[in-house]
């Protein structure tokens, strides 16, 4: 089954810097990546995803980029702010079924 | 749609009590998921529906947990006797796989047992 590495586990950035989170997958067949963002006693809720046919995608301050040959993708979140603080999941899914997360990415964005 | 409904929104229950967690999936969603989130484990699949018929339970920890989905909008999952590792918030997600969309997450179940 598809096993998705999730690095760091917590990132501390200044506010008005970039944060990136990076992940891996194991299963090539995957091709769509999903990212979601959970805040404190929330449920997680997704902020932008990817398929395989494209490198890059944007959304305003938010960016994912994906490697297929390398099998990672990253989250790029720029000009963070306070309401960015949360914690970060991404997950790999070769056909519609089981959506699996990584670990977790806890960003905390200081003032 | 109300979104994705989960009942209760807190449960506390003693050792050895039996819990069952309820979900009301996204009318239209032939995909329904069971998560449980701890601090330890992170976000765990638990067992997952498509169209009401169990694909994968590979997650479900032991056999004091089970999964049924009698129909396209309803779910439990039920923990039999429930145990004080039980004690997590578990998460329920629905999503339309012909379209290939979003899985959409309840508000979750904050279950303690004591």
């Known amino acids: 089954g598809e096993n998705v590495e999730q690095h760091p586990s917590t990132l501390s950035v200044q506010e008005g810097d970039s944060a990136v989170i990076k992940c891996t997958y194991s299963?090539?067949?995957?091709?769509?990546f999903p990212w979601y963002k959970q805040e404190l006693g929330k449920r997680p809720q997704l902020i932008i995803d990817?398929?395989?046919?494209?490198g890059e995608k944007k959304d305003q301050r938010i960016a994912v980029t994906l490697n297929k040959t390398a099998k990672h993708f990253s989250l790029h979140i720029t000009e963070t702010q306070p309401e960015d603080s949360a914690v970060y999941f991404c997950?790999?899914?070769?056909?519609?079924?089981?959506?699996?997360f990584g670990a977790g990415t806890q960003v905390v964005v200081t003032p | 749609d109300a979104g994705v409904i989960q009942s209760p929104r807190h449960e506390v229950t003693e050792m050895g009590q039996e819990v069952t967690l309820r979900c009301k999936p996204i009318?239209?969603?032939?995909?329904l998921f069971w998560y449980r989130q701890t601090m330890m484990r992170g976000l765990e699949l638990l067992i997952y529906f498509n169209n009401n018929v169990p694909i994968d339970d590979s997650g479900m920890p032991e056999d004091r947990f089970s999964a049924k989905m009698p129909n396209a909008s309803f779910s439990t999952l039920k923990i039999q006797p429930s145990e004080p590792r039980d004690s997590a918030v578990y998460f329920c997600a629905s999503s339309n796989g012909q379209m290939n969309t979003e899985a959409f997450f309840g508000q979750g179940t904050r279950l303690t047992v004591v």
């Open positions: 009318s239209g969603h032939d995909y």
């Open positions: 990817i398929r395989s046919n494209v």
């Open positions: 299963d090539s067949a995957s091709n769509y």
């Open positions: 997950a790999a899914l070769k056909s519609w079924g089981k959506l699996q």
